[in-house]
């Protein structure tokens, strides 16, 4: 057990708690003097808090990953990595002042009044340790795990949403209240910011309307929820714990702790530490310092990896990371967030699936008119036979939550009882909208039911018999939606994209083929392992030699190739509906949002109302991005068709076609590939998929033909 002092605490450590000074005392002057009286060394930096307002009106810098205090940043450890230019350049900062604070009590409602950073007081060379907080000041998950209540979660079962963050949270919260002005780190917590109106889960409803359209909205509950929970999960473990924080402490400790704390390999073991003047340092890419935990001098510091002038800002790097997670876990957007080598990484998540019979849903909605044009009428291609290949291919490798035996009452059907309540509970919660503990249980029951086998068949049948409210409410309450996110690159996660939507493309014979063809299998063919993305070998597996039955395994993320040119038109067709419902879901156009940016009187600069368009933005970036992508796609295949077409004709004996066409170039491959590489504003990623993919699968459908 840690005792109610965590520190030792001499006669004179009163004397920097703010609380035992005169009014005009500065707290960050006290916390600095703490630091330094306790072995801290940063003999070539300052602080500076300053008021934003009077900033902007003389700087025209973008002025990106600054910490906002009151307020701050929230969620994941700091990475010993880059951060994002959009910080200060020395003149925009050099007039700020540590003396121009700004009292909690009048800052602007965002909370975007108060900012704070670290500054060089003279010119500091590379590979300087500008910074060395010793152990003795660190706050580490350790140290919470050793506190009553920390002792009380390690010794239960209870499963909490972020383990590390929860037990540097208890240290904070138990000391504060335990130990108060006497705490060994009160100097520390007298500088931490009391609000943090930047993070969006502190917004209020006004402004998380600018986020209107934007999946942020839903992990900005999903996280608020889980916050929740966590505090409901500690409390029912030990119930003094209200008596030490309340649910608005609890979530505060939260977002400080996830802004704050660094991941550190201390004596040889992973931990997490709070370390204090570190966490102040802002952000920016590409990276100008980086952080260790030295074993040696037992001491947290920071080296500089370039030379930073007199005046300039000392930045830390938070990391390559989407605008999402900036805003989310830190409170800020960087206004370009592009790297030195021209890659973004904002994202957008984009959700396909299946609905309970095997129809395609596309961003909550079902593909409308799925049989009447969009498989060619080919109305075998939306049959029940292929739909049920098609979700069990999709729903292949998913881990199965097997149903109560007795649910359907001895196998179920159409006609037991149990099935008829059943449907009647899942038909009558979602026609009333509510959701009551009964009709929840029922749909958790159906949802169970769907993922086993053994059910899932006849109750699709069932419910395809039932009445149609039933059925509709089956749709809605059984889909197998996949998200995945994705930015402008041809990355891993677009790949995994494109294959879903090949899938989601086929018809029945294409869905056949790739159930049933493995890359493994006997006799597997060159153009069936270039399908699922593997290397070409000769063997029974790569480098010859049999893969394990593991290997042999291949689910809607691994059709890595075109399975043909039809199918990839219908999967460029449903990438189309995508996005175009995606970017629907917004109030406003991209083009508004560059120009309202553009208006900082109405989005001044680091204010809730512009990091929200700033992010709604990058996503609908993306979103054009891949529209594009799906329109240049679809030009392209229609020419390689047109193509084929007049190749087949030939080889039927038949004429090419007359020579007016045929000296038409603009319905040439060759032609638009080469067109494609003189346009400066072709993305690389388009060009690259049209040329290289494309022209491959062209190549495959020529040599197809037998001439």
């Known amino acids: 057990m840690i005792s109610s002092s965590s520190r030792p605490v001499d006669e004179d450590s009163t004397k920097y708690n703010p609380l035992h000074k005169s009014a005009e005392a500065d707290k960050f002057q006290i916390f600095e003097q703490w630091l330094r009286d306790n072995g801290a060394q940063f003999p070539q930096l300052e602080l500076r808090q300053y008021d934003k307002q009077s900033d902007a009106a003389n700087n025209n810098e973008d002025t990106e990953g600054l910490r906002y205090d009151n307020n701050d940043n929230d969620a994941e450890e700091k990475k010993d990595g880059g951060a994002s230019d959009m910080g200060q350049s020395a003149d925009s900062v050099a007039m700020m002042s540590l003396d121009n604070n700004i009292a909690a009590t009048n800052t602007t409602d965002d909370g975007s009044n108060e900012m704070r950073s670290v500054h060089a007081t003279s010119p500091i060379p590379p590979h300087t340790i500008c910074v060395s907080i010793p152990k003795s000041c660190l706050i580490t998950v350790e140290m919470g795990q050793q506190t009553p209540i920390g002792q009380t979660i390690l010794h239960s079962d209870v499963e909490l949403d972020a383990p590390k963050h929860i037990f540097l949270m208890i240290y904070l919260l138990w000391d504060r209240k335990v130990n108060g002005s006497k705490s060994f780190f009160a100097p520390y917590y007298a500088i931490l910011p009391q609000t943090l109106r930047n993070m969006p889960i502190f917004w209020n409803e006004a402004e998380l309307q600018y986020l209107r359209g934007s999946h942020l909205l839903t992990q900005i509950a999903d996280r608020s929820d889980a916050i929740h929970e966590d505090y409901d999960r500690i409390c029912s473990i030990s119930p003094d714990f209200p008596s030490i924080a309340t649910l608005d402490e609890f979530r505060w400790a939260r977002m400080i702790v996830c802004s704050r704390n660094f991941g550190l390999l201390i004596g040889g073991h992973r931990t997490s530490a709070l370390v204090p003047h570190a966490d102040m340092l802002n952000h920016h890419r590409p990276r100008e310092t980086k952080w260790t935990f030295c074993e040696e001098s037992q001491c947290f510091t920071i080296t500089t990896l370039q030379s930073i002038g007199a005046g300039c800002q000392v930045y830390d790097s938070y990391g390559q990371k989407c605008n999402h997670r900036f805003l989310l876990n830190y409170g800020f957007c960087v206004e370009r967030n592009v790297e030195g080598d021209g890659f973004c990484p904002n994202e957008v998540p984009l959700e396909v699936g299946l609905d309970g019979f095997g129809a395609v849903v596309l961003f909550g909605e079902n593909l409308v008119n799925e049989g009447g044009g969009f498989f060619g009428g080919d109305e075998e291609a939306v049959g029940k036979e292929c739909r049920d290949k098609k979700l069990a291919f999709w729903t292949r490798g998913e881990h199965l939550h097997h149903h109560h035996p007795h649910m359907f009452g001895g196998g179920g059907g159409a006609g037991s009882s149990s099935f008829n309540a059943l449907a009647a509970a899942v038909t009558a919660s979602s026609m009333s909208g509510e ?49 995945v996110r994705v930015c402008v690159s041809n990355n891993e996660n677009t790949r995994i994209l494109f294959s879903m939507l090949r899938v989601l493309a086929c018809n029945s014979a294409e869905i056949e083929h790739i159930s049933r063809l493995g890359p493994y299998s006997s006799g597997a063919s060159t153009a069936a392992q270039r399908l699922f993305g593997l290397p070409v070998t000769t063997g029974g597996g790569p480098g010859g030699g049999q893969p394990s039955s593991s290997s042999t395994v291949r689910t809607c993320r691994d059709i890595r190739y075109p399975l043909n040119p039809h199918n990839e038109r219908r999967a460029m067709e449903l990438l189309l509906v995508i996005t175009g419902r995606a970017l629907s879901k917004y109030p406003t156009s991209l ?117």
Request: contains cysteine; charged residues 30%.
């Open 591 to 707: 083009a508004q949002d560059n120009a309202d940016l553009l208006d900082e009187t109405a989005y001044p600069k680091y204010s809730n109302k512009r990091n929200a368009k700033l992010q709604v933005r990058g996503e609908k970036e993306v979103l054009h991005h891949f529209a594009l992508w799906a329109r240049t796609a679809k030009h392209v295949i229609d020419i390689i068709l047109h193509e084929l077409a007049e190749d087949r004709k030939v080889d039927n004996g038949g004429s090419r076609a007359t020579s007016a066409n045929k000296n038409n170039e603009e319905l040439e491959f060759d032609y638009v590939i080469q067109a494609m590489e003189d346009d400066d504003d072709c993305h690389f990623t388009i060009l690259r998929y049209c040329s290289d993919v494309l022209g491959a699968v062209m190549r495959d459908e020529l040599a197809k033909l037998p001439y």
């Open 435 to 483: 959701g009551g503990s009964s009709s929840f249980g029922a749909r958790r029951d159906l949802l169970h039911a769907m993922m086993d086998p053994s059910t899932s068949s006849s109750l699709r049948e069932a419910f395809e018999k039932s009445p149609s409210s039933a059925a509709a409410s089956y749709r809605r309450a059984v889909r197998h939606v996949k998200r």
